[in-house]
């Protein structure tokens, strides 16, 4: 084994054939899921007869070759799931971080969480051995093991730290959407809207400017429609930011569901707390890019600076000692 790699045609070829095996796992992958589909459409029209004749309605099938795709694959991630395969690839804070990142599907997104961690942690390290071999043939094995564990672990790592950037962005947007969401609310309530009715006109009217907080709004209605008290309806939205302002807005709403009473003023008075910190982080930041831009002035102005005040100086001075060398 180590003579034929030895070759360097054969390592050539070896590396160029990783993408095929690539595309063939792709492949292999695609007709796994439409194979999957198709038994899902089965299933369907199984069910529909059966419902049929029992009098009942069924529920209509996904339209069109996509949507039966990702329910097919939906399907395949929730059997591999509940299996000790599907416990390993997805941990405990792989779901809650799944859970957090707001996706509309959360079962088709462990779904092709799983699947992209098992492709890469597979890929990945034959990826690394590959590249190494093709560019070092005489390689200890230790440092073949080492890029095969760093191949690993990053293709085991990737989907993990894609969810938490995704979960990043989210939360700046829920910062960035909590001033309008607190003057929304505030004039709201000051009409005589009731707290249902507020959420009802935040997530039907305003759902296009506050994207992230009226998601979890609508989340948070619909879990309260389907019998959970109004604290645990809105526990997601107050933890799943870890902003204290957020979570001090969904604890005065329960306050008010539950007890009643006047909320224009503390929303008022909330609403000016939130806008002084952001004026006050507004600062903090332009003070930072100040301090960052001194070192840019220093390389790129203080040559200038230098040249044009002291320029003539010292072309005076080359001068005089060029006279003076020349006379000596």
């Not at 095996?21 to 899902?40: D, P």
């Not at 959407?177 to 607190?182: A, D, G, N, S």
Request: hydrophobic share 50%.
């Amino acid at each position: 084994m180590d003579r034929l790699l030895a070759d360097s045609q054969t390592r050539m070829l070896l590396v160029a054939a990783l993408p095929v095996l690539m595309v063939v796992c792709a492949v292999v992958g695609v007709a796994l899921v439409a194979r999957a589909g198709r038994q899902q459409r089965s299933r369907a029209v199984v069910d529909r007869a059966l419902a049929a004749r029992d009098g009942h309605v069924a529920e209509p099938p996904p339209a069109g070759r996509m949507a039966a795709v990702a329910s097919a694959a939906e399907h395949a991630g929730a059997k591999l799931e509940h299996g000790k395969l599907g416990d390993s690839l997805l941990a405990i804070d792989d779901r809650k971080l799944i859970d957090a990142c707001g996706f509309r599907n959360p079962a088709r997104a462990r779904a092709w969480f799983m699947l992209a961690r098992l492709l890469l942690a597979g890929l990945a390290p034959l990826a690394a051995w590959l590249v190494l071999r093709a560019r070092h043939a005489e390689m200890p094995l230790a440092y073949v093991a080492c890029a095969v564990f760093l191949g690993f672990g990053l293709g085991w790592m990737v989907p993990k730290w894609m969810l938490l950037r995704r979960i990043a962005r989210r939360r700046e947007c829920a910062e960035a959407e909590l001033p309008l969401f607190i003057d929304l609310l505030r004039l709201l309530q000051g009409v005589g809207l009731s707290v249902d009715q507020s959420m009802h006109v935040l997530i039907q009217d305003f759902r296009s400017v506050m994207p992230v907080l009226g998601g979890e709004l609508k989340i948070a209605a619909e879990q309260y429609a389907r019998g959970r008290t109004r604290e645990q309806s809105l526990s997601r939205l107050a933890q799943g930011f870890d902003n204290d302002d957020l979570s001090a807005i969904c604890r005065l709403i329960v306050q008010v569901d539950r007890h009643g009473g006047a909320v224009q003023d503390p929303l008022a008075r909330f609403a000016e707390r939130v806008r002084e910190r952001r004026r006050l982080e507004l600062k903090a930041r332009v003070a930072r890019l100040t301090v960052k831009m001194t070192g840019v002035m220093v390389v790129t102005l203080l040559p200038a600076l230098l040249i044009i005040t002291g320029g003539s100086g010292f072309v005076a001075l080359l001068r005089g000692m060029s006279q003076v060398m020349g006379e000596g």
